[in-house]
């Protein structure tokens, strides 16, 4: 506040520069309130978004409309629905910024874990029992929380004792902080969400299975639990899978492909076709990561959303891909489009076992050579592997582009042969583009292999009510199967995520990536 008695002595100059101080005084308030106008109402924004969705999720889940479907189609599309209603409450309480005493209230008490199973006692006591004050600490009490943990088959409890210590002088309360947990205040141990998550992306058991089996195992616990649990580790676990991205979009080379998954759609008890995509570095590559991406068509947007195009910081590398036309936006806005051989000797080799062409068998010796030298060179470094290559592939591959050329003349349009050929030729310059390249891989086999295990449960986990379902399930893949490339096993390496994650620093995330990890001493 400004003393109106003191303007009496302040000269002109002196005013002058008081004003234009006030204006710029001003002009910060105004922008800084601006700045919180728009970050109230992008909060809000998200915030009715959310709530809207939840209430038609609410809405599906006692709706008459879900006895359409049958038992087993009614089991995944509930669990999949508790899963995205924890998973926006969760989101929900981040964006509102509710306290942990609000949450508290919220929750209802749950039942003690059953005294038949075997405990293992955790105490945690402070380091020291000397008060500030010079005086020793007293115990006068202890708090204890359990935890439910999980090896195959045996349930354990982990029971953490805190004890409570106190200075009968100055009164000074001294007890060890409740480590933070995944999922706040919840009872299970970051062991038996990673035996959840691992059981249904990388085992392929939905929740109404593993019910089933914790049963066995002496305590069942429901899949509307489990799939809550579920829907809070996929929100918490979206920034690693949103590290893994940006690292991996950092390679000069990449592999996409792109497999049909059936999604549920609520209302009718049908399905429609989505895709799950997948891109991951090359065999060549030091970093090993493959991230999925859940959309709900195969447009090509989807392709050039995930690669930031356009824009000028989006991805402009080379992508090994076959020939489906949704990529092919991308390599006009500067990807350049690397062919996947063995997309083409396939066709010819479909000749030759269908229908024991002859063309089809010789076309399949020409890539049997072209192949030949891929194994001697996969384990050189790139400019040996170029060099090499022009050496002997160059001479190959123009021997048959001008048989193919030649045989093309032979057979009629339409026809199975012309089809194959015209494959072949027509992409030619991007189907050889790998030997003036070192670092390009000849095939896209290698991201194939990574989509081919997920395609073998994935009526089981994508037979989804909702684009977030899908989403979450590409993320927790993601980690998956990126540790699996690492080496590492991969309820090892998220049970050991899931138990540092909520002590993380963001700016110390990308420590927990596959490639990075290393298992904590405990």
């Known amino acids: 506040m400004i003393d109106t008695a003191d303007l009496d002595h302040l000269d002109a100059q002196q005013l002058r520069e008081m004003v234009l101080s006030l204006r710029r005084g001003a002009a910060v308030d105004k922008l800084e309130i601006a700045r919180r106008d728009h970050e109230i109402a992008f909060k809000q924004a998200a915030i009715d978004k959310l709530t809207h969705e939840m209430a038609v999720l609410k809405r599906l889940k006692f709706a008459a409309k879900s006895e359409a479907f049958n038992t087993e189609q009614k089991s995944l599309l509930e669990e999949t629905v508790d899963a995205d209603l924890a998973a926006m409450e969760l989101e929900l309480e981040k964006l509102a910024g509710t306290s942990a005493a609000e949450r508290e209230k919220q929750q209802p008490k749950r039942q003690a874990l059953p005294a038949y199973l075997p405990r293992r006692e955790i105490r945690h006591e402070p380091e020291s029992t000397t008060c500030a004050c010079g005086c020793t600490l007293q115990r006068i009490g202890e708090d204890v929380a359990e935890k439910l943990d999980y090896q195959p088959g045996v349930f354990t409890v982990e029971r953490h004792v805190r004890g409570k210590w106190v200075c009968t002088k100055c009164e000074t309360l001294v007890q060890v902080p409740v480590a933070p947990h995944i999922i706040d205040k919840g009872i299970p141990t970051a062991r038996l969400l990673s035996q959840v998550l691992v059981g249904k992306y990388l085992d392929h058991l939905p929740l109404y299975r593993q019910e089933a089996i914790f049963g066995r195992a002496g305590l069942a616990i429901s899949r509307s639990t489990l799939a809550s649990w579920v829907g809070q580790c996929g929100v918490q676990l979206q920034p690693l899978v949103d590290a893994l991205k940006r690292e991996m979009l950092e390679e000069r080379v990449l592999h996409a492909d792109e497999t049909p998954v059936a999604m549920l759609k609520p209302g009718n008890g049908k399905t429609h076709r989505a895709y799950l995509w997948s891109y991951c570095t090359t065999s060549y590559s030091a970093l090993r990561a493959v991230v999925f991406d859940f959309a709900d068509s195969r447009g090509g947007q989807h392709a050039r959303a995930f690669l930031g195009l356009p824009g000028e910081d989006g991805w402009r590398g080379s992508l090994v891909c076959d020939d489906f036309s949704g990529y092919k936006a991308c390599f006009e806005l500067g990807v350049t489009e690397a062919g996947c051989l063995a997309h083409a000797r396939r066709k010819f080799h479909e000749l030759w076992v269908n229908h024991g062409s002859q063309v089809g068998k010789q076309a399949l010796k020409f890539f049997g050579e072209l192949y030949t030298v891929e194994r001697e060179v996969a384990d050189l470094q790139p ?70 295990p997920i395609a073998i449960g994935r009526s089981n986990w994508l037979f989804a009510g909702s684009l977030r379902a899908g989403q979450r399930a590409a993320a927790v893949m993601s980690l998956i199967q990126s540790a699996k490339l690492n080496g590492h096993e991969p309820h090892g390496y998220l049970s050991d995520v899931l138990e540092r994650l909520p002590t993380q620093p963001a700016s110390r995330v990308a420590e927990l990536l596959p490639h990075r990890w290393v298992p904590s001493a405990a």
């Not at 050496?391 to 089809?419: F, H, I, Y």
């Not at 390249?437 to 081919?452: C, M, Q, S, T, Y």
């Open 383 to 452: 400019e040996e592997r170029r060099r090499i290559r022009r050496e002997t592939s160059r001479k190959v591959a123009d021997a048959l582009q001008q048989w193919l050329a030649g045989q093309r003349q032979r057979v009629p349009d339409g026809s199975a042969t012309a089809r194959a050929i015209d494959y072949s030729l027509k992409r030619w310059s991007a189907l050889t583009r790998y030997i003036d390249d070192g670092e390009l891989p000849a095939d896209n086999n290698w991201v194939e292999n990574k989509i081919r």
